[in-house]
């Protein structure tokens, strides 16, 4: 099973719709979660930690189940800009596996139509 | 805002040469690391580095790759003798504090390319 699991998409979204995707990590012990995004050929940018409670920024939400071992972002009222490719990212700090070592999906590619 | 940045950002190179990927951290971070992303692939761990030592390391990681803090700024990644599959983005990152407890920023990536 792989490290960190998304469905790559691509996701086409109407401009002001709402979109959301999941990622799944195999590691149970894991501590630390993220949501990256990456437009082409540049470098992963933050776009939001994952905390147990779900946390909101804007038009973004995050949530993590850890039973089930997996983490979802939605995007509301989405934009044009918002295409970009999404990399779920898990940090298994506090395992035997990582000392801040990233664990990065392949990312799930959203592309928003006017 | 601080930034990451990396130098050059393309590399072009003869299988079997030296390269050196250069990278300058954010000024107050203490914990640094390097990926890559092979094209149209994820982003791998290559190596975490803290207080002038290799933290961890992934197997790709090998004896063809080195990283080196040579002054307070930089940090820099070698690969000894590319091969064609060492084409890849490289991307450097920083850290205020362990990566587990703190964001890690990633600078703009130096391209490879090994011909």
């Known amino acids: 099973r792989k490290e960190v699991e998304q469905d790559p998409g691509p996701f086409n979204v109407p401009e002001g719709a709402t979109v959301a995707f999941n990622c799944t990590y195999s590691n149970s012990a894991s501590q630390s979660f993220f949501w990256y995004r990456q437009d082409c050929r540049k470098e992963p940018k933050l776009l939001m930690s994952v905390y147990s409670s779900g946390n909101e920024d804007g038009r973004f939400t995050a949530q993590l189940n850890r039973a089930s071992q997996y983490i979802s972002l939605l995007i509301r009222d989405s934009k044009l800009s918002d295409s970009a490719t999404y990399l779920c990212?898990?940090?298994?700090?506090?395992?035997?596996?990582?000392?801040?070592?990233?664990?990065f999906g392949a990312g799930t590619q959203v592309v928003v139509t006017p | 805002e601080p930034e990451v940045t990396q130098t050059p950002s393309h590399q072009v190179t003869q299988m079997g040469q030296e390269v050196i990927l250069r990278c300058v951290p954010i000024s107050n971070h203490l914990y640094f690391y390097w990926y890559r992303q092979i094209l149209g692939q994820k982003v791998e761990f290559l190596v975490s580095f803290y207080n002038n030592e290799i933290s961890e390391k992934s197997e790709i990681f090998d004896d063809q790759f080195s990283v080196e803090r040579p002054d307070g700024s930089n940090f820099t990644l070698k690969i000894r003798s590319t091969k064609l599959e060492d084409s890849a983005m490289y991307f450097c990152?920083?850290?205020?504090?362990?990566?587990?407890?703190?964001?890690?920023?990633f600078g703009p990536g130096t391209r490879l390319t090994v011909l």
């Open positions: 990152a920083s850290s205020g504090l362990a990566g587990g407890t703190d964001t890690q920023y």
């Open positions: 990212v898990v940090n298994p700090l506090g395992t035997t596996d990582s000392w801040g070592k990233l664990q």
